[in-house]
């Protein structure tokens, strides 16, 4: 990670603790046939970044979950948030995390799993969603306003998150990766954020390169109804984090951010956004069994040594529109090779054992849940129901 040789506490408050297991995620190439079509393209492997549970929310909680120790850290989120998960499976004794499930979210067995393991893995969960989202929004405010406890924007979706996703650029120009479009989920923005701020750190070297980022909003109302709000959000978290690396010393990257790559470089789709943003259709069900079914292949190993690779787990109905915008764009350029598309796989799935553990902890402690969450608890049990 480039910014950890800075030092801890910067300008402003910045910390860092490194949770990620290897330099660099691997990038595979994935071949797939989907409506009687062949699709090759790379894909950055996000879904690798620990062992234990991996996915993108990982970089950004390199940044965050340091703040836990002098204080409770607040996590508004939904029911299946893949951060609530991966900050619970990463936190240590002296980093205290509290979930504020506040947020209603269409029914998938995969957000099931993740909120069923966020109730049981949390002793001080405060759970937000319908009866208690306004006893869990004062306590946000409050401590917005007070100080008295560090709340994380959703998704994690502040500079301190944002800073984490820097890298993944970098590692692409350290394997010699320049692809023409990259495609990835725009839920709270963080992501993409941190994505342009890289490359504009390797356009300081390779000034020709300038992909198209494909960021495929799926949050629905602010992108289907708000759109210019959720773009002044953005803009405005990437200059402010182009300012601060200023402030430590690296180059001025605000007027390549402003004048290229924001305006003609960042495409945002808002084919996918709805209300069902996170529930699967007859499509998006299709792209995941492709995917499954996809032949994976390592890039960095010659043919006669390859070996077995699983392919990119579509778990998040997130994901899944993701990978579905982009077979749509590619069925529409076969001119495109594989090296011109890379897909940013940023999901994770429990593994069989924190699920197996989960649905007993969940089981034990369902009727006091009953009492107390009722709706929640309906909820979770309608999820199970899910085909997906």
Same mark, same amino acid.
């Given at each position: 990670?480039?910014? +950890?040789?800075?030092p801890?506490r ?6 860092? *603790? ?5 330099? +660099?995620?691997?990038v ?7 409506q ?29 979950l340091?703040?836990a *120790? ?5 996590i ?9 998960v991966?900050?619970?499976?990463h ?5 205290n995390?509290?979930?504020?499930l ?5 029914i998938?067995?995969d957000?099931?799993?993740?909120a *069923?393991?966020t109730?049981?893995?949390c002793?001080?969960c ?18 917005l ?6 709340v994380?924007?959703p998704g ?7 800073l ?16 023409k479009?990259i495609w ?7 992501t993409?954020?941190g994505?342009?701020i890289?490359i504009a750190?390797?356009r300081?070297?390779r ?10 909003c ?8 708000c759109?210019?709000?959720y ?12 300012r601060?690396?200023?402030?430590w010393g690296?180059?001025?990257?605000e ?11 960042? +495409?945002?789709?808002?084919s996918q956004?709805?209300?069902?943003h996170g529930a699967?259709?007859? *499509?998006t069900?299709?792209?995941?069994t492709?995917?499954r079914?996809?032949?994976v292949d ?5 043919r006669?040594e ?6 990119p ?7 899944s ?5 982009m077979?749509a764009?590619?069925a529409?350029?076969?001119?495109m090779t ?13 593994s069989?054992?924190?699920?197996n ?23 979770i ?8």
């Amino acid at each position: 990670m480039f910014l +950890s040789r800075y030092p801890k506490r910067v300008g402003t408050r910045v910390y860092f *603790r490194k949770i990620i297991q290897h330099s +660099s995620t691997t990038v595979h190439v994935v071949k797939l046939q989907f409506q009687e079509k062949t699709f090759s393209f790379l894909t950055k492997r996000e879904d690798g970044t620990h062992k234990e549970y991996g996915g993108n929310k990982v970089r950004a909680l390199e940044f965050l979950l340091p703040y836990a *120790r002098k204080k409770t850290m607040l996590i508004p989120s939904t029911p299946g948030s893949n951060l609530c998960v991966a900050s619970l499976k990463h936190r240590t004794t002296n980093e205290n995390v509290v979930p504020l499930l506040m947020f209603p979210e269409a029914i998938s067995r995969d957000n099931g799993k993740n909120a *069923r393991f966020t109730c049981t893995n949390c002793d001080r969960c405060e759970i937000g969603i319908y009866e208690r989202f306004f006893v869990s929004l004062p306590r946000a405010i409050r401590a917005l306003v007070t100080g008295s406890e560090y709340v994380v924007a959703p998704g994690g979706a502040n500079v301190q998150g944002a800073l984490g996703y820097i890298s993944i650029p970098l590692e692409m120009e350290a394997e010699g990766i320049f692809p023409k479009h990259i495609w990835l989920t725009v839920g709270s923005g963080a992501t993409l954020v941190g994505m342009v701020i890289g490359i504009a750190l390797v356009r300081r070297k390779r000034t020709s390169w300038r992909p198209c980022i494909h960021g495929v909003c799926v949050n629905g109302i602010v992108c289907m109804y708000c759109p210019w709000i959720y773009r002044y959000y953005l803009r405005t978290m990437t200059i402010r984090i182009a300012r601060l690396l200023k402030m430590w010393g690296l180059p001025d990257l605000e007027d390549d951010l402003v004048n290229v790559l924001l305006p003609t470089c960042v +495409s945002l789709d808002m084919s996918q956004a709805g209300r069902d943003h996170g529930a699967f259709n007859s *499509r998006t069900l299709s792209v995941r069994t492709s995917f499954r079914r996809a032949h994976v292949d390592d890039r960095r190993q010659h043919r006669s040594e390859q070996r077995s690779i699983s392919p990119p787990e579509i778990c998040s109905t997130y994901t899944s529109k993701t990978a579905s915008a982009m077979l749509a764009f590619l069925a529409c350029h076969p001119e495109m090779t594989t090296e011109d598309t890379l897909f940013l796989s940023t999901k994770c799935t429990l593994s069989s054992t924190d699920d197996n553990d989960a649905e007993q902890s969940y089981n034990a402690v369902k009727t006091k849940m009953r009492r107390k969450q009722p709706k929640l608890c309906q909820w979770i049990d309608k999820c199970f129901l899910s085909p997906s």
